[in-house]
Nanobody
Framework: QAQLEESGGGLVQAGGSLRLSCAAS????????MGWFRQAPGKEREFVSA????????TYVDSVKGRFTISRDNAKSTLYLQMNSLKPEDTAVYYC?????????????????WGQGTQVTVSS
């Protein structure tokens, strides 16, 4: 399994955009399902989006559909989350995670390894 490191978080105004990256080193990134999760203070970790090993299948939580886009570049061993039309409710620490299964899961429990997270803050 790969080691993961997120980047690209920051402070933006509502309506703005951010692009998160998750760089993987080693492991089996190119064959793993990858996902993005987020956690706001005092709340449970929430599924955001996931993508199959070859990018052929993507899924999103309803609250981000039409605003966020997940993608991956296996040649670069990097996962991305393009976030547009950001809302204050999107404020959270965002984590990328990998799952050695080919099943595209939407629960944190299914994922095997995690990055350290990157803070996204959206001001109103």
């Amino acid at each position: 399994q790969a080691q993961l490191e997120e980047s690209g978080g920051g402070l933006v105004q509502a309506g703005g955009s951010l692009r998160l990256s998750c760089a993987a080193s080693g492991g089996t990134f190119s064959r793993d399902t990858m996902g993005w999760f987020r956690q706001a203070p005092g709340k449970e970790r929430e599924f955001v989006s996931a993508i199959s090993w070859n990018g052929g299948q993507t899924t999103y939580v309803d609250s981000v559909k039409g605003r966020f886009t997940i993608s991956r570049d296996n040649a670069k061993s990097t996962l991305y989350l393009q976030m547009n039309s950001l809302k204050p409710e999107d404020t959270a620490v965002y984590y990328c995670a990998g799952d050695r299964s080919i099943v595209v899961a939407t629960t944190a429990r299914a994922y095997d390894y995690w990055g350290q997270g990157t803070q996204v803050t959206v001001s109103s």
